[in-house]
């Protein structure tokens, strides 16, 4: 569904609302509690373009910078122009890949720049970089939440119970690391769990 909406979307042809779009998350995500901003997390923005910005900056980056989020910028293909990139990063935090196939190959170094903003040591992760409440169900004072990439990036559901004061892991030890659990709807009926 997502990707037919994409594909119908009017292609903007050599334009690139770079710091439009920065704005826009800025002013509707990062800053917006009402959206499920934490205003004390440590924020990073990963901007991956084809284009170089053909719009002007209205302080975005000023704006980014006072607020101290990470800014991490991938250029694709050969019509970016690195420079202007650059200028949209934070410190050394500018890619340039050849296609978008390129984006495998860089995950891992990506993954590690965005851990040391957290002053993490290695990769093992445990309620740290989890999105509990991605999906959820109820039944009366029981209310079962997905939390996606909980345990070094597999999810997990919670069971909460009463006023929230009791919170349960509900664990799957075969589960595969990176694995999606959380994120689909699950349902509760009586003392069955149904994921999915």
Known sequence: MAKKKLDEEQHMKALTNTYRAINFVLEKLFNNVESGADPEATKALVIIT????????SNEIQRCEELKIGRFVIGVGTKVNIEKLKGIASEENTFMIENYNGL??????LQNKIYGIEGAQGRNFINELSQSGFSAASDKDTLILGAVGTNDWRGTLYEVTGSGDNQTEIKDSKLQNDCYN?????LLHRDMILIV
């Open 104 to 109: 495998d190959g860089l995950l891992e170094k």
């Open 182 to 186: 959380g994120t689909v709807c699950c």
């Open 50 to 57: 084809d284009g170089s910005p053909s719009d002007l900056s």
